[in-house]
């Protein structure tokens, strides 16, 4: 080979390497990911979203059967409410207390014994503990109310993100349980892709001038190349030893929804804002 030949060589060699060097492989990906379970075990009853449905916070996803559960709080609310025996009780501390007064005037009057006083101080003690004790017996009813109530809501799945379901795992009349599941397990997967978000390993040098809120370029190669901006949301104060390298994070705007998740990009190392 001409020394002509090799020098066109080595500077093709040498332009190609510093083209890779002012970029970093990557890929686009959900800027949140849910995968949604249930603490509760049950029968899947209902399924209100499909795949591909738009979601907001609180909108609901799916509901496990809940009679048992509804049938549980009746029978709560029914103690809570039920006033029988707070009444009966306090009746009877009414009676032992006229009682107690009634000795006490004889006692006083010298018609009495101190002993018929003192077993009447001791039945007006057990009557005022029947009621304390009747007033726990509700309180922990109202107690067991909320219980239930709060065992109901965990029985209704809703989405905690604006955003899109992706995947749903189980169908109506499907089990759910708790005991079985495993830790990778879900029942409905929603992704948050209007945002989205590129992780990278840039150079050391590189990232030493970068900051929160800086701007970044990336290429979408994703069908038609497609150059678009990414802001620094995250420097990793920690450098990788073993690649001379930091890990950074871009969020990119997507409202439009024209960017895939998934699809690769290259990070491209100009200065921010260019």
Known sequence: MSLRLRLCFCLCLA????????????????????EISSIETGVISEIRVKEGD?????????????????SRLAIARINAEGAGKLM??????????????QLERLVTSGTSNSAELARQKALLVQAKGNHIIAQ?????FKLEVKQIEAELKRRVLTSPIDGI???I??????????ASARPDDYLVRVVEIDRLKCIGHVPALFARGLKKGDSLSLRVEDGAPVVVRGAVEFVSPVIDPAT?????????DNTALTLRSGATVQILLTKPGN
């Open 15 to 34: 332009s190609a390497q510093l083209r890779a060097e002012d970029e970093v492989l990557s890929y686009l990906e959900p800027y949140r990911s849910i």
């Open 54 to 70: 738009h979601v907001a916070p609180g909108d609901v996803l799916l509901l496990l059967d809940n009679e048992i559960t509804e």
């Open 88 to 101: 009966a009780t306090q009746a009877e501390v009414d009676l032992q207390q006229q009682r107690h007064d």
């Open 136 to 140: 726990e017996e509700q309180k922990s």
């Open 165 to 167: 379901v992706v995947d």
């Open 169 to 178: 795992s189980k169908d109506i009349a499907e089990s759910v349980s708790l």
């Open 244 to 252: 001379a390298t930091v890990r950074i994070q871009l969020v990119i």
